[in-house]
């Protein structure tokens, strides 16, 4: 038989898996990656002796890595070993200048629960159950499932269970009516933003995303986040995937409505029987695709809800920081207005939520001895502009605040490396639309059937893989997405997880 091409346009997570699965398959695939190091978006940098993750940091659905290896008939262990976070995280409320520690355990929650409100632990556990069985509906009903229309998401299923599928409430008020304090109804509803959406626009169906979050918890790979990228690069070499970096691609080709290849920025030609793009699906439908055969309008685009895009800055500091846990969470005051300006009228915060990392914590790679590494992440409206010495009194001030709220008096001075990162970086390093951090957000209207599909609707053998089509946004979710895009490839129509590549 003769042996299929496919060319893959990005090597982030969705364009790797998928090329890892493709040359198990018995492709010849490629894989085009415009900057000069692989992982997209969960890329490295390092200065100094530290080393930062760029994006990803927190390592969740670790089933869902498990299956990924499995059905390429591999072991996680023989590429990196987890260790579960204890604490998971601590949420520290400026209202109340206090923090709390949550938990990937039931009865340690339910203490934390029920001290800061009696009777809530127990309805904390009878919401993890049903959120348990709404991770499992949407896990091996809906995630590694293809759509093409709005009978495969409404199936017979769907249909009878429908009722209990919160599929048209809202994440925050189904949060807001079973705990009635601040930090439990925050700590309940900021996963939201791991999905690129504000809790009262998100569907009541992710809360499925508490049961991700307090029970299957919060891991570390030993190597850090960049194991996941490193590792997936070992499997596509193991099959003969071939890899090339610093080749921006300009134009999908397509010969009568099938795609045959791509043209990159250098002017070289490449053909293939297959064309997948993990770019981003914005810049692939607005610039990649020739006009004639884009999917979507400009209107369209620009109609869409765009997830937030970040202002990051990565800290080395001197000397130990032992306040502060591996995930820390710092949450405004008005959180109604900090969402307000991150999605309806979009300005820098001025009393930013925000997240910081401390790595080094756990991982002794990542910061030279005594030294501590911060990934500090203010979440923020995509296509905010600013200039370059407005970004660094921005940082100024967020270091002032966890200089503040984490009993740091003399941060500032003990930093040692310091870089900024935010909207226009997006821009340049992704192609990402408006300097999106995450892409398309997950409203109701932007998910599942919805969502754009991750196969052209008029152009034969051209593919999408990544964030930006379904399942949607995140490492594990864009490992699924690659799952998705394998079936289609090789006509699988079984809407559940497979067994094997
Ligand atoms: C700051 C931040 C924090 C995050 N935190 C988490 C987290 O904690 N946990 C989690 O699971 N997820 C997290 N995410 C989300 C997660 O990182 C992404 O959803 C996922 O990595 C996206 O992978 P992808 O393959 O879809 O795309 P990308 O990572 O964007 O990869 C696409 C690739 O295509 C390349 N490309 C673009 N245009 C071209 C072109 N014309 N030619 C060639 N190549 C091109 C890009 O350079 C890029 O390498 C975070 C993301 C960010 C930015």
């Not at 200065?47 to 670790?62: H, K, L, R, V």
């Not at 900090?338 to 999605?343: A, K, N, T, Y």
Request: aromatic share 12%; net charge neutral; charged share 25%.
């Amino acid at each position: 038989m003769v042996q299929k091409s496919v060319i893959i346009i990005g090597g982030g997570i969705g364009g790797l898996s998928l090329g890892a699965m493709l040359g198990k398959g018995g492709y010849k695939v490629t894989i085009l990656e415009k900057n000069d190091t692989l992982g997209g978006r969960a890329r490295i940098f390092r200065q100094d002796g530290f080393m930062f993750d760029m994006g990803p940091s927190w390592y969740m659905m670790p089933d869902v890595f498990e299956h990924f290896f499995e059905i390429m008939g591999e072991s996680i262990s023989d590429y990196y070993t987890l260790e579960k976070l204890t604490p998971s995280y601590q949420i520290t409320l400026k209202s109340e200048k206090k923090s709390y520690r949550f938990y990937a355990d039931l009865e340690k929650n339910k203490q934390v629960f029920n001290e800061i409100e009696p009777g809530a632990g127990e309805v904390l556990e009878k919401f993890l159950k049903d959120t348990e069985w709404q991770y499992q509906i949407a896990k091996n009903e809906f995630m590694y499932k293809n759509y093409d229309s709005i009978f495969d998401f409404f199936n017979l299923r769907v249909m009878k269970e429908g009722a209990r599928l919160p599929l048209f409430k809202k994440q925050k008020n189904i949060i807001e009516s079973k705990f009635k304090s601040e930090i439990l109804r925050k700590a309940l509803q900021y996963q939201t933003v791991l999905l690129g959406t504000a809790p009262g626009d998100t569907p009541g169906i992710y809360t499925l995303m508490n049961y991700v979050d307090l029970v299957l918890g919060e891991w570390y790979p030993n190597k850090g986040i960049r194991a996941i990228p490193e590792t997936l690069e070992m499997l596509c070499k193991k099959y003969g995937v071939e890899i090339r970096t610093g080749v921006p691609v300009n134009e999908i080709r397509i010969e009568k409505n099938i795609a045959t290849g791509v043209a990159l920025l250098n002017g070289e030609i490449l053909s293939a029987d297959m064309v997948v793009s993990n770019a981003d699906i914005t810049h692939t439908d607005m610039h990649l695709l020739p006009e004639s055969h884009r999917v979507y309008t400009k209107k369209y685009w620009d109609s869409r809800v765009l997830a937030p895009s970040a202002f990051i800055l990565y800290l080395g500091v001197s000397g130990r920081i032992p306040q502060m846990e591996h995930h820390n969470l710092l949450f405004t005051k008005d959180w109604d207005k900090g969402f307000g300006e991150i999605f309806k009228d979009p300005k820098w915060p001025e009393d930013p939520s925000m997240y910081v990392c401390m790595p080094s914590k756990t991982d002794s790679t990542v910061a030279p001895e005594n030294h501590e590494n911060l990934f500090v992440l203010v979440p923020i409206a995509s296509g905010l502009e600013y200039t370059d010495e407005f970004l660094k009194t921005y940082g100024d001030k967020v270091i002032d605040e966890i200089a503040e709220y984490y009993n740091i008096p003399d941060l500032k001075e003990r930093v040692v490396v310091r870089r900024e990162y935010s909207v226009k970086d997006f821009v340049k390093d992704y192609n990402a639309f408006k300097g999106t951090a995450l892409g398309l957000a997950h409203t109701l209207t932007q998910t599942a059937i919805f969502r754009p599909n991750n196969v052209h609707p008029k152009v034969k053998n051209m593919y999408y893989v990544g964030a930006g089509t379904n399942p949607g946004i995140g490492m594990p979710i864009c490992l699924i997405s690659a799952e998705t895009v394998y079936k289609r490839i090789q006509a699988i129509t079984d809407p559940s997880p497979l067994k094997e590549i």
